[in-house]
């Protein structure tokens, strides 16, 4: 629901939290993923623009998963390709490293960071 997304302010830092269901890890069946939106300000901006025209009830995205799965297959993408890139792009651009990852995806343990993270040549010299 819209009450799932919210501004905070965390150590001087604005953030937009999303809070949602967690389907890969049975402890913790949430999990809250921090936006900061000095860094992903075209993002925030489109999700407010979208949760904006939603009444306080209405959930966010009014269709299941797998209806979600057939839409992004449809312009030819795989679900968790979308992942891949997020993924990555947080070691990348933010310097996650695999715990941070774990929390931030919610899973139990390092071990999907091997699979969900494509690092190239070009992102290891970026580091020099």
Do not use: C
């Amino acid at each position: 629901i819209r009450q799932d997304v919210w501004v905070t302010e965390k150590k001087g830092k604005n953030i937009l939290m999303v809070s949602m269901q967690n389907r890969k890890n049975k402890t913790y069946t949430r999990k809250s993923i921090p936006i900061p939106i000095d860094k992903e300000k075209k993002l925030v901006d489109m999700l407010f623009e979208y949760i904006n025209g939603l009444a306080p009830e209405d959930p966010l995205f009014p269709f299941k998963i797998w209806k979600a799965e057939k839409i992004i297959a449809k312009v030819g993408m795989n679900p968790h390709f979308l992942r891949d890139i997020r993924l990555t792009h947080l070691v990348t651009m933010y310097d996650f490293n695999a715990f941070q990852l774990t929390k931030f995806a919610g899973w139990k343990d390092v071990s999907p960071a091997e699979r969900y993270v494509r690092l190239g040549v070009t992102d290891l010299i970026d580091k020099f």
